[in-house]
């Protein structure tokens, strides 16, 4: 079945810093890729929707200056957290739109920013 | 924007019981999703369902879908502690094209032994 392989799985970094979040799609073509964020005991928010090769569209609230995302290629789009603050910590997961039985998830990324 | 709510909120059974999880939309429909999750893990996809009236079952979990296809229930038969974790509905508009999946707020399950 499809696979979205979502890397890496733990990142701590330190204020201020950078931090780039992949997401693969290991045996389909992605056109589209939704990117979500959780925070504890919340349900998944939705962050921004990619679409390969062109600019993402993001969900009212989200800064799409601090969170850029990046889709050049049918199999990998990226989450970059810019200039990363403690309130940044947080659980991040992609998606790719639809395979006929759902959509296939992403294993997450939990964030900590020191 | 289409909302989803879910209920209970929180459910703690016995493992043996049985118990069902509400899912309502604001809208109607086009596909609805349930996932179950254990925090800060990815999602496991249970089911979906597009079509009013439609029923699905795996193993000890079965998901309907209303006729006007606005609700949604997750029923567990005979719960085991392994079905313990927050339960997630999701759903989409899309009919030709993938849509972006808008998530009820999620059910915490906990299954005593």
């Known amino acids: 079945g499809a696979v979205v392989s979502q890397h890496p799985s733990r990142v701590i970094c330190k204020s201020g810093t950078s931090v780039k979040i992949e997401c693969r799609s290991l045996?389909?073509?992605?056109?589209?890729m939704f990117w979500y964020r959780q925070f504890p005991k919340k349900s998944l928010m939705l962050m921004a929707t990619?679409?390969?090769?062109?600019?993402?569209?993001?969900e009212q609230g989200v800064e799409k200056d601090k969170f850029l995302i990046n889709h050049a290629s049918l199999t990998l789009s990226t989450l970059t957290v810019t200039s990363a603050h403690p309130e940044d910590s947080s659980f991040y997961i992609c998606?790719?739109?639809?395979?006929?039985?759902?959509?296939?998830f992403g294993s997450g990324t939990r964030l900590t920013v020191v | 924007s289409q909302e989803l709510e879910q209920s209970p909120q929180s459910l703690i059974v016995q493992e043996g019981k049985n118990l069902t999880i509400n899912c309502t939309s604001s809208?109607?429909?086009?596909?609805l999703y349930w996932y179950k999750q254990k925090y800060g893990e990815g999602l496991i996809f249970l089911m979906m369902?597009?079509?009013?009236?439609e029923e699905k079952s795996h193993e000890k979990i079965t998901a309907k879908l209303d006729e006007k296809k606005q609700q949604s229930s997750l029923h567990i038969t005979a719960s085991q502690p392994s079905h313990a974790g927050i339960y997630l509905c999701?759903?989409?508009?899309?009919?030709?094209?993938?849509?972006?999946?808008?998530f009820g707020p999620g059910t915490s399950l906990s299954v005593i032994p």
């Open positions: 998606s790719a739109g639809g395979q006929g039985y759902g959509y296939t």
């Open positions: 045996d389909f073509q992605a056109t589209t």
């Open positions: 990619s679409n390969e090769g062109s600019k993402a569209t993001y």
């Open positions: 809208k109607t429909l086009y596909g």
């Open positions: 369902l597009q079509k009013g009236g």
């Open positions: 999701g759903a989409d508009n899309a009919k030709t094209s993938y849509d972006k999946v808008i």
